[in-house]
């Protein structure tokens, strides 16, 4: 007789490689996270792995929730297009697996996340976003190589100068969290992996 299989493993444990401890958590960075756990179900690791620091936790979520959630020309879904964009780029495995989706949710379209993923230039996206994406390949790959006819090409898409500027922040703002998240090991939450796999008619 076999003998049974071994337990799988969780992978999303633990959440980074540092035995960082957890600082107490306060006032409102407890409201965050019992906020996550009302809306999503789970606190997302990377703000488990931010918890060992008060304040580094809430510069992050500051900017996170500037950046992705505030108003802005670009619309959420384009913004975490981007952020899936540039994670294939760095082969980031936390930000593919939240952001990734974050596409699928937003779009309804989990064929469009797998391309984000896989390859952006295999999606029959519209000339705008295929400008943005473009735009945050190439500002994470060849940053010195970015110059005026790179913004001149989203300005002839419809993006403002302030939206050029939005997108330029993403890019950025993924580009180091990328680096944070492949130098601790950050693992991303399971839950992550089963959201809307769904297509919607």
């Given at each position: 007789?076999?003998?049974?299989a071994p337990?799988?493993?969780?992978?999303?444990?633990?959440?980074?490689?540092?035995?960082?401890?957890?600082?107490e958590?306060?006032?409102?960075?407890?409201?965050?996270?019992?906020?996550?756990?009302?809306?999503?179900?789970?606190?997302?690791?990377?703000?488990?792995?931010?918890?060992?620091?008060?304040?580094?936790?809430?510069?992050?979520?500051?900017?996170?929730?500037?950046l992705?959630?505030?108003?802005?020309g670009?619309?959420?879904?384009?913004?975490?297009m981007?952020?899936?964009?540039?994670?294939?780029?760095?082969?980031?495995?936390?930000?593919?697996?939240?952001?990734?989706?974050?596409?699928?949710?937003?779009?309804?379209?989990?064929?469009?996340?797998?391309?984000?993923?896989?390859?952006?230039?295999?999606?029959?996206?519209?000339?705008?976003?295929?400008?943005?994406?473009?735009?945050?390949?190439?500002?994470?790959?060849?940053?010195?190589?970015?110059?005026?006819?790179?913004?001149?090409?989203?300005?002839?898409?419809?993006?403002?100068?302030?939206?050029?500027?939005?997108?330029?922040?993403?890019?950025?703002?993924?580009?180091?969290?990328?680096?944070?998240?492949?130098?601790?090991?950050?693992?991303?939450?399971?839950?992550?992996?089963?959201?809307?796999?769904?297509?919607?008619?």
């Open positions: 007789m076999a003998a049974p337990a799988r493993q969780r992978d999303d444990l633990p959440a980074i490689a540092l035995p960082l401890p957890p600082a958590l306060d006032p409102a960075n407890r409201a965050y996270f019992d906020k996550c756990l009302e809306k999503i179900g789970f606190v997302p690791n990377v703000l488990q792995a931010y918890a060992f620091d008060m304040a580094k936790l809430s510069a992050f979520a500051a900017m996170y929730n500037d992705m959630l505030a108003p802005s670009l619309s959420k879904l384009e913004r975490e981007i952020a899936v964009v540039v994670s294939a780029v760095n082969r980031c495995y936390y930000c593919l697996t939240a952001h990734g989706a974050a596409v699928r949710q937003l779009s309804g379209d989990p064929i469009l996340g797998e391309q984000l993923v896989m390859n952006y230039r295999a999606a029959r996206l519209d000339p705008r976003r295929r400008a943005m994406l473009d735009f945050a390949a190439k500002l994470t790959e060849r940053p010195n190589e970015v110059e005026e006819e790179d913004r001149e090409a989203l300005r002839r898409v419809g993006l403002s100068e302030r939206d050029i500027w939005d997108v330029s922040a993403v890019v950025g703002f993924f580009n180091m969290s990328n680096r944070i998240a492949s130098a601790t090991d950050m693992r991303p939450n399971e839950a992550y992996h089963a959201q809307a796999r769904t297509l919607l008619e």
